[in-house]
């Protein structure tokens, strides 16, 4: 029974350059919830999606981010034009349904460093 | 989501039984208590929840007072893999998001 998978788990980026973040649900899981984990620091929401579409983006920064959850395939956590300060942990969590009943299950993390 | 305290550090014997304390004093009363771990460089790991009665799971056990202001998460026998840091988070019952606050640090000894 696989859990919630995330590629890559490293991933090297030059300042200006666009990063990908591939999450996989658990099997039967719907619902995605990306959080941000910055160097010693806790982790932080960002956003939280169904399939196609975005429920709540609220810990999203304004600009340069972006996230998708296809009908079909990965959810997707795009960040463009990196900067320094994007260097970060990236979780995803994934939950079978919506409600403080349901359990949100982890991946990971993708670790992305801005060189 | 209800504001949780946790002590920031806790030790314990290899073995022995791990308490790591929780106060909810502002929990309504739909709100649920979960508990997660995350051990060094991985992602946080789901471990119990519950609403108002104790739970218990293959992991640990999860102690809730009756007038639901606090809470025990109990790791009957800890090991050394069993370091990390814990965190008690109570979502509000209309949001989705996780909200970690700094967590209890649990170092298990030899």
């Known amino acids: 029974n696989a859990g919630v998978m995330q590629n890559p788990r490293h991933l090297v980026r030059r300042r200006g350059q666009e990063a990908r973040l591939r999450c996989s649900p658990m099997?039967?899981?719907?619902?995605v919830y990306w959080y941000r984990q910055l160097p010693e620091e806790g982790l932080k929401f960002m956003v939280y999606l169904q399939k196609e579409n975005i429920i709540d983006e609220s810990g999203m920064p304004k600009e340069r981010f972006s996230a998708e959850f296809p009908k079909e395939g990965p959810s997707i956590l795009r960040i463009q034009q990196v900067v320094r300060g994007d260097s970060a942990a990236y979780f995803c969590a994934s939950s079978e349904g919506t409600g403080s009943n349901q359990p949100q299950h982890f991946g990971d993390g993708t670790r992305l460093s801005i060189l | 989501d209800a504001k949780t305290t946790q002590p920031p550090s806790m030790d314990c014997a290899e073995g022995r039984a791990a308490n790591l304390p929780c106060n909810h004093s502002?929990?309504?009363?739909?709100?649920?208590v979960y508990w997660y771990r995350q051990i060094h460089s991985q992602g946080p790991q789901y471990i119990i929840h519950?609403?108002?009665n104790n739970e218990t799971n293959e992991m640990a056990s999860l102690i809730i007072t009756e007038d639901r202001k606090s809470s025990t998460l109990i790791l009957p026998h800890a090991t050394l893999r069993d370091t990390a840091v814990y965190y008690c988070i109570s979502p509000s019952y209309n949001t989705d998001k996780l909200i970690f606050g700094t967590g209890t640090r649990l170092q298990v000894f030899p």
């Open positions: 099997k039967g899981h719907s619902h």
């Open positions: 502002t929990i309504s009363g739909n709100e649920y």
């Open positions: 519950g609403l108002k």
